[in-house]
C-alpha cells in the first residue's frame, strides 16, 4: 500500500523543514515482524545545504535519525489513536556509514522490535541505490 503526501501529513504533525517521509512504499510483515519502507528525496534546496557543508553538501545525521524515526511511525497505524503523538525517547547503535547528498533518493525502512503500553523500539536503516548508508534503533515513546 503506497501513501502519498496527503496521507503522510494527516498522520505525522512534522511540516517543512521537518518533515522527512515523501512517501510510504511498502508496509506488511517479515517473518510476523512488522515492517515500513518509505522514501525520501534528497534536494540541494534544504535548508542544511547551505552550511553541512558549504560547497559540498553532506545530510547531517540527526536529520537521518529523525528521517528513520518518522519511517517508524508508519509501524503504528493501529495503536497512534487520533490526537496522540509518538516522541523520540532514545537512540542506540547509530552508525553512518556513507555520507548522503543533493540527489540522493533514501529508502528508510522500519521493523518494530516491540511495542508495550506506550514503549517501543524500532530496528532503521537507510539506503541509497541498495547501499546501506545508516542505520539505528529508535526507541519512542507514545502519548
Not at 503506497?2 to 517473518?31: A, S
Not at 528513520?68 to 509518538?86: R, S
Not at 552508525?95 to 532503521?124: H, M, W
Request: glycine share 10%; aromatic share 8%; proline share 7%.
Amino acid at each position: 500500500m503506497i501513501t502519498d503526501i496527503q496521507g503522510i501529513l494527516e498522520k505525522l504533525p512534522h511540516r517543512y523543514p521537518f518533515l522527512m517521509v515523501d512517501r510510504v512504499l511498502e508496509r506488511g510483515e517479515d517473518n510476523g515482524v512488522p515492517f515500513v519502507r518509505c522514501l525520501k528525496n534528497v534536494t540541494v534546496n534544504e535548508p542544511w545545504c547551505v552550511g553541512h557543508f558549504p560547497g559540498r553538501p553532506i545530510m547531517p545525521g540527526v536529520l537521518q535519525l529523525e528521517a528513520m524515526a518518522q519511517a517508524g511511525v508508519f509501524l503504528l497505524e493501529e495503536a497512534l489513536e487520533p490526537g496522540k503523538l509518538a516522541f523520540l525517547t532514545g537512540v542506540e547503535n547509530s552508525r553512518f556509514k556513507k555520507p548522503v547528498t543533493p540527489g540522493d533518493q533514501l529508502i528508510l525502512e522500519a521493523r518494530l522490535e516491540y511495542f508495550r503500553r506506550s514503549l517501543g523500539k524500532t530496528n532503521c536503516r537507510i539506503t541509497v541505490d541498495g547501499v546501506l548508508v545508516s542505520q539505528a534503533d529508535i526507541l519512542f515513546a507514545v502519548g
